[in-house]
Structure formats: structure tokens, C-alpha cells
């Protein structure tokens, strides 16, 4: 059910590795827990960011959820395209509404994350 090719933290992101650069977004439970999803609040390119810092938000018709980093490194950057249209987040969440690039501290915190069997247990 979950994408075999990515991380996932407890939080409910995800990550995509890809040549030292993480690619984060919010799993497909995450987005079926909060509904609608009308807004999201994206961290700055250039930003240093710290391993499970919280980032930026998404709000939805039911509630307004923090997005916490699954890594640490600086923000080189943010899907701009969902300041449009918040609910592609609904529509593919582990695809098209990724939320931001990270390049990566340590390549090591990786290993800290979940992989899909993993959360797939967490998530029920």
C-alpha cells in the first residue's frame, strides 16, 4: 500500500532519497485523517532545518496539522504549485504534492525511519 521506495517517520511524512537530496511529503493516511485539505504553509528555501523540527502546516476542513522534517539539512525547495491548489495534497500524496527538498546533514538519520512495512503497521 505504501510506497516501498520511501521513508517514513511516526509523524506520518515521508522522504525520497535521490542523490544526497530528500524529496518530503505527507502520507496517504495522513491526508485521509485530516479531510479537505485547504492551505499549506511551507518552510523557506535556504532554511537550515533540524531533524523532526516542525516546519511549516497544512490545514484542512477538520484541523490544522504540523509537517515535521523526517531530516536534517537546508531547504533548497518548495512545491509552490499547491499555494493553488492545497488539495492536490488529497489527490496524490505521495506523488505530485510533494511538499518540500531538503538537501541532506546527515545521511545517517535515515536510518532512524520506518520503512513501508513499517508504517504500513503503524497506520492501521
Given at each position: 500500500?505504501y510506497p516501498?521506495?520511501?521513508r517514513y517517520?511516526k509523524?506520518?511524512?515521508w522522504?525520497l532519497?535521490e542523490?544526497?537530496?530528500?524529496?518530503?511529503g505527507?502520507?496517504d493516511?495522513a491526508?485521509?485523517?485530516?479531510?479537505d485539505?485547504?492551505?499549506?504553509?511551507?518552510p523557506?528555501?535556504?532554511?537550515t532545518?533540524?531533524?523532526?523540527e516542525v516546519?511549516?502546516t497544512?490545514?484542512?476542513?477538520?484541523?490544522?496539522?504540523?509537517?515535521?522534517s523526517?531530516v536534517s539539512?537546508?531547504v533548497v525547495?518548495?512545491?509552490?504549485?499547491?499555494?493553488?491548489?492545497p488539495d492536490?495534497?488529497?489527490?496524490?500524496p505521495h506523488?505530485?504534492a510533494?511538499?518540500?527538498?531538503?538537501?541532506l546533514?546527515?545521511a545517517?538519520e535515515?536510518?532512524?525511519l520506518?520503512?513501508?512495512a513499517?508504517?504500513?503497521e503503524?497506520?492501521?
Amino acid at each position: 500500500m505504501y510506497p516501498t521506495n520511501l521513508r517514513y517517520t511516526k509523524d506520518h511524512e515521508w522522504i525520497l532519497v535521490e542523490g544526497g537530496t530528500g524529496t518530503v511529503g505527507i502520507t496517504d493516511f495522513a491526508q485521509s485523517q485530516l479531510g479537505d485539505i485547504v492551505y499549506v504553509e511551507l518552510p523557506a528555501v535556504g532554511r537550515t532545518i533540524v531533524q523532526h523540527e516542525v516546519v511549516g502546516t497544512i490545514e484542512s476542513v477538520k484541523a490544522v496539522s504540523e509537517i515535521y522534517s523526517p531530516v536534517s539539512g537546508e531547504v533548497v525547495e518548495v512545491n509552490a504549485g499547491l499555494n493553488d491548489a492545497p488539495d492536490v495534497v488529497n489527490k496524490d500524496p505521495h506523488g505530485a504534492a510533494w511538499l518540500f527538498k531538503v538537501r541532506l546533514a546527515n545521511a545517517g538519520e535515515l536510518s532512524g525511519l520506518l520503512d513501508a512495512a513499517a508504517y504500513g503497521e503503524l497506520a492501521k
